[in-house]
C-alpha cells in the first residue's frame, strides 16, 4: 500500500516551495500585485486565469522559484491541489496563502499508486501544514480509501475469499478484535444462498462469511455488511467477455466495509462493532446453481433463482439476517450490486437507499461535507410486487429490468426489520477516467460519508 506518511508534515518554518492556489475570480487582482518578474512569467506561459492553468513562478534568487494553480474550487474540496501531488517536483512544499485543510487528502490520494505489480515508487512530494491536529485524519482517511483502491484493483487470481479472510484477520489483531469464519459446507444450513451462490468455486475458493467484532458490548451495536464476490463470471447466466472484464471489482463492498471497520477501530468509536463480509466466487461447474432452484435462507424465506448473474443480493441477504439477529442500532451495506445504477446515476454517484428519513439525511449531508456525493432513491413500495414469485416467496431478479436498483434494494428490504435504521448504497467502485487526485481504476465512493456519519454519531 502507498505510504502516505512522509507526504504530510507539520509546517515548523522549514524550507519549502510555495504554491499559490487561485481562483479565476480573483485572478486579476493577484495578478497585479505581484512582482514584475512574476507578471512576465505568467505572460511567457500564457496563464490568463482560465480553470486549471498553471505556471512555474521565478523568485528573488536564481534557483527559487514558486508554482501558480488557478482553481476555481472551494477552499472546502479536498481535490483543490490533487493534481499536484503527483505532477510537482519531488520536493517540499506550503500554501502561499492559508492552510490547506481539507485538501491535504487530495494531495495524499494524488500520489496514490497500485504498485502491487510494479517495481518502480514514486518518491514523495510533501505537503506542510500549520494545522497539525488534521494531519492523523488526512492519512487515517487516505489509508482507508488506499486499501480500498488496492482491494479492487487486484486481479481476482491474487484476491479470493481466502484473501478477504486475511484482511479481515489482520484488521482483527491489529485492534483487537474477533474474527469468527465459517467456511463451504457448514454455511448449508446457517447460511443457504451463500453456500449456493459459492459452491461451484474450488475448495481453495469456498465460500465463506467472515465476521469481526470489535467494541465495548454496552455500546451501540453497528453492522457493516459488505458484498465479497471476489469475481462474478454470471455463473449459468454467465456474462459476456466485455461484463466480465472488471468483475475483479465486484467485492468492492466487502473492500469498503473492511476500510470503515479500520476507521472505525483505529479511531475508537464508541461502538459495539459487527463486521459481516460474506465472500464468494460466482463459478461455473456442475454443482453451480442453476435458474430455476427455489433457495432457502437463513431468515426462513424462500426465493426462486431467476437469474445466477443476480447474485450479490442472495448473498447479502443472508449476511443481513445474521446482522440483524444480534439487534443492532444500525446498519450500513455497501456492495457493486447492479448496472442499473450506473444507469440512472452514471460512475460517479451511488445512490443511496434507506428505511430512515433520518438517517438519510444526515447521510447526505455527509456526502455534501466531505464532497463524497450520494443521491437517495427510493425504496418504492409500488414496486414489491416485481418481486413475487409463482413458486415461492419472492425472485431474486425480476423479469423485465425496469427499476434494477429499487427493485436489488427491496430484495435487501426483506431482510432487514422496519424497526432498525438501515442504509444501502449500490457504489461502483471503480473510475473509467481519472480525475484530480482519483486516478482511472478502483476507488472508494461513499467511504468518506459513510465515515463522516459514523464520527457525527459515536466519536
Known amino acids: 500500500m502507498t505510504d502516505f506518511t512522509p507526504m ?80 510537482l517536483p519531488e520536493g517540499t512544499y506550503r500554501l502561499a496563502s492559508g492552510e490547506p485543510g481539507a485538501a491535504m487528502l487530495g494531495w495524499l490520494l494524488g500520489q496514490y499508486r497500485f504498485e502491487r505489480y510494479r517495481a518502480d515508487p514514486a518518491e514523495p512530494r510533501v505537503l506542510l501544514s500549520g494545522e497539525p491536529a488534521r494531519i492523523e485524519e488526512a492519512l487515517r482517511v487516505a489509508e482507508a480509501t488506499a486499501l480500498v483502491r488496492d482491494l479492487v484493483n487486484t486481479g481476482a487470481s491474487d484476491l479470493g475469499p481466502a484473501e478477504l479472510e486475511e484482511i479481515a484477520e489482520g484488521l482483527a489483531k491489529k485492534h483487537g478484535g474477533t474474527l469468527t469464519v465459517t467456511r463451504g459446507d457448514a454455511l448449508a444450513t446457517g447460511c443457504p444462498m451463500i453456500h449456493a451462490v459459492g459452491q461451484a468455486a474450488s475448495k481453495e475458493r469456498a465460500p465463506r462469511l467472515i465476521e469481526l467484532e470489535w467494541g465495548d458490548p454496552a455500546h451501540p451495536r453497528v453492522a457493516l455488511v459488505g458484498k465479497g464476490v471476489c469475481f462474478d463470471s454470471g455463473g449459468l447466466d454467465i456474462k459476456p467477455a466485455a461484463g466480465m472484464r472488471l468483475m475483479k471489482k465486484d467485492m468492492g463492498g466487502a473492500a469498503h466495509m473492511l476500510a470503515l471497520a479500520g476507521l472505525v477501530m483505529g479511531a475508537q468509536l464508541k461502538v459495539r462493532l459487527h463486521l459481516l463480509v460474506p465472500a464468494v466466487e460466482n463459478a461455473i461447474a456442475g454443482n453451480a446453481f442453476r435458474p430455476g432452484d427455489v433457495l432457502r435462507t437463513r431468515k426462513g424465506l424462500t426465493v426462486e433463482n431467476t437469474n445466477t448473474d443476480a447474485e450479490g443480493r442472495l448473498i447479502l441477504g443472508d449476511a443481513l439476517a445474521k446482522a440483524v439477529e444480534a439487534e443492532p442500532a444500525l446498519i450500513l451495506d455497501f456492495a457493486t450490486l447492479t448496472g442499473a445504477a450506473r444507469v440512472a446515476l452514471g460512475p460517479d454517484l451511488p445512490p443511496l437507499f434507506a428505511n430512515d428519513d433520518a438517517l438519510a439525511a444526515e447521510f447526505l449531508s455527509a456526502a455534501e461535507r466531505v464532497s463524497d456525493p450520494l443521491w437517495r432513491m427510493p425504496l418504492w413500495d409500488g414496486y414489491d410486487e416485481m418481486l413475487k414469485s409463482d413458486v415461492a416467496d419472492m425472485v431474486n431478479s425480476p423479469e423485465g429490468g425496469f427499476a434494477g436498483a429499487v427493485t436489488a434494494a427491496l430484495f435487501l428490504r426483506r431482510f432487514v426489520p422496519a424497526t432498525i435504521p438501515w442504509a444501502h448504497v449500490d457504489t461502483f467502485a471503480w473510475r473509467p477516467a481519472a480525475k484530480a487526485g482519483r486516478p482511472k481504476g478502483g476507488d472508494a465512493l461513499g467511504l468518506r460519508a459513510a465515515w463522516e456519519v459514523l464520527k457525527a454519531r459515536y466519536a
Request: hydrophobic share 40%; net charge negative; glycine share 8%.
Open 8 to 87: 504530510l508534515q507539520p509546517d515548523r518554518g522549514q524550507p519549502a516551495r510555495a504554491i499559490h492556489v487561485v481562483h479565476p475570480d480573483a485572478f486579476a487582482d493577484w495578478l497585479a500585485g505581484q512582482p514584475p518578474r512574476v507578471r512576465t512569467a505568467v505572460a511567457a506561459g500564457r496563464v490568463a486565469g482560465k480553470p486549471g492553468e498553471r505556471a512555474v513562478l521565478p523568485g528573488e534568487a536564481a534557483e527559487e522559484w514558486s508554482y501558480l494553480l488557478v482553481c476555481p474550487e472551494p477552499e472546502s474540496s479536498p481535490w483543490r491541489i490533487a493534481s499536484l501531488g503527483a505532477s
